[in-house]
């Protein structure tokens, strides 16, 4: 079956940088799309960027300036996520999820959570 | 970009019907498809509603999805309301590479 399972609890000081795993299996790795996406404490769900496996093009959020970067590792199908200078407000649940087409999020990972905190 | 706007909140008791709008504020509603999500405390969200009115595999045809030009809105209807359905629901679009999240409506099931 589709899984997506992502990396662990981080705790980071302002200013510092977060890197993000999310590890797919259960299907054909370079098929389909993957996107982050946030979700801030109590708040709703805010896109972050997209990446095409197959040639890991990259499309982000403007709202993210150049803060956000995704990449991939074709030979372990897995997707990773950095986001550099860290502020309070990047406090998150950060969720890889996969596009089954027409930006149809079919399957989510399980989050992450990233503390921003000194 | 364009933004979707939903209700913060909607109540309804357990057996009715309750709909939820989601409001695209420039362009046409019909240009990009829109899906929706539902979102139990402490869990990821799933697909309910993808392309305006599919359903996945697995859900319930209470949940159904529709397009209204005439308010440029779309809607997610669930009928026979359980207490199971109390959760976060939220529509999604996408403008070209860059996809938009509606704000959010919590469904509480009296």
């Known amino acids: 079956q589709v899984q997506l399972v992502q990396s662990g609890a981080e705790v980071k000081k302002p200013g510092a940088s977060v890197k993000l795993s999310c590890k797919a299996s259960?299907?054909?790795?370079?098929?389909?799309?993957i996107h982050w996406v946030r979700q801030a404490p109590g708040q709703g769900l805010e896109w972050m960027g997209i990446l095409n496996p197959d040639g890991g093009d990259t499309t982000y959020s403007q709202r993210f300036h150049g803060r956000f970067r995704m990449t991939r590792d074709t030979s372990t199908s897995t997707v990773y996520m950095e986001l550099t200078s860290l502020t309070y407000e990047d406090t998150a649940v950060y969720f890889c999820?996969?596009?089954?087409?027409?930006?149809?999020?079919?399957?989510w990972g399980q989050g992450t959570l990233v503390s921003v905190s000194s | 970009n364009f933004m979707l706007t939903q209700p913060h909140s909607v109540s309804e008791s357990p057996g009715k019907t309750v709909t939820f709008s989601c409001t695209r504020s420039?362009?046409?509603?019909?240009?990009?498809?829109v899906q929706w999500y539902q979102q139990r405390p402490g869990s990821a969200p799933t697909a309910i509603i993808h392309e305006d009115n599919q359903r996945p595999s697995g859900v319930p045809d209470r949940f159904s999805g529709s397009i209204d030009t005439s308010s440029n809105s779309a809607s997610l209807t669930i009928s026979g309301l359980k207490a199971e359905d109390e959760a976060d629901y939220y529509c999604q679009s996408y403008d070209g590479s860059n996809v938009i999240f509606g704000g959010g409506t919590k469904l509480t099931v009296l």
């Open positions: 999820v996969r596009e089954h087409e027409r930006y149809h999020f079919d399957h």
């Open positions: 259960g299907y054909t790795f370079n098929s389909y799309y």
């Open positions: 420039t362009g046409s509603i019909v240009t990009n498809y």
